[in-house]
């Protein structure tokens, strides 16, 4: 059964800063990988998808890599606004069916 | 092109009510999705539908049934609501069964008395 886990589950940081979020995954074998942002009491926006033959997606100060062979995908986001503050989940499609399964998400705060 | 949007927003239910929620798309899509949101558990897929005239069970059916009435429209019914269905739920849509991105709906937040 394919497990998503993204650690910490909170993060605070200062304007400006550049950051990283890391999403891990158990079962290497993935179609493609996903990074949704959420608003509080909103649903989700597709951020970013990385197929499995890809290593990287960039949307302007976002770039999400991936590394299927050991599990791990990271979302950089350089020079952070408080426009950012929101939750960040990471989903992966794996399996028979196709599911996403979804990591907890990491809530960012880009404090003034 | 309103994308995904949901019905009702907002529903408060007493134990052993019943109620649909409605959830439509206006992108064309062909598979759609139902999900539930509960706080340390993360986005569970419900059920979904690959294309018109197929549903799936996902990893939390009991208690759901689904009608993907149209390629438009998916609904998602409680026969008989428990107060663990609390829950917020989302559907969602895509273009290729799981190989293009989902867009989701605002969600649908449910209290189950």
């Known amino acids: 059964k394919q497990e998503v886990t993204q650690i910490p589950a909170a993060l605070s940081v200062p304007e400006g800063e550049n950051l990283v979020l890391n999403c891990s995954f158990t079962d290497s074998a993935i179609y493609n990988l996903q990074w949704f942002r959420q608003d509080p009491g909103k649903g989700l926006t597709s951020l970013l998808l990385i197929q499995s033959s890809q290593r990287e997606q960039t949307s302007g100060r976002l770039n999400a890599s991936l590394d299927k062979s050991s599990g791990r995908s990271t979302l950089y986001i350089a020079a952070s606004q408080p426009g950012d503050s929101a939750t960040y989940l990471c989903?992966?499609?794996?399996?028979?069916?196709?599911?996403?399964?979804f990591g907890k998400g990491i809530t960012l705060s880009v404090r003034p | 092109n309103a994308g995904v949007t949901q019905t009702p927003k907002f529903q408060v239910l007493k134990t052993g009510q019943s109620m649909t929620l409605q959830c439509a798309q206006d992108m064309n899509h062909n598979s759609m999705y139902w999900y539930r949101q509960d706080p340390g558990m993360g986005l569970r897929l419900i059920y979904y539908?690959?294309?018109?005239?197929?549903?799936d069970k996902g990893e939390v059916p009991n208690g759901y049934n689904v009608s993907r009435l149209n390629k438009r429209e998916f609904s998602l019914r409680l026969e008989s609501a428990a107060p663990s269905q609390t829950s917020v739920y989302f559907c969602?849509?895509?273009?290729?069964?799981?190989?293009?991105?989902?867009?989701f709906g605002p969600g649908t937040r449910l209290l189950v008395l």
């Open positions: 989903a992966v499609l794996s399996g028979a069916n196709s599911k996403l399964t």
């Open positions: 969602a849509s895509s273009d290729l069964a799981g190989q293009e991105t989902q867009y």
């Open positions: 539908s690959a294309s018109e005239g197929t549903t």
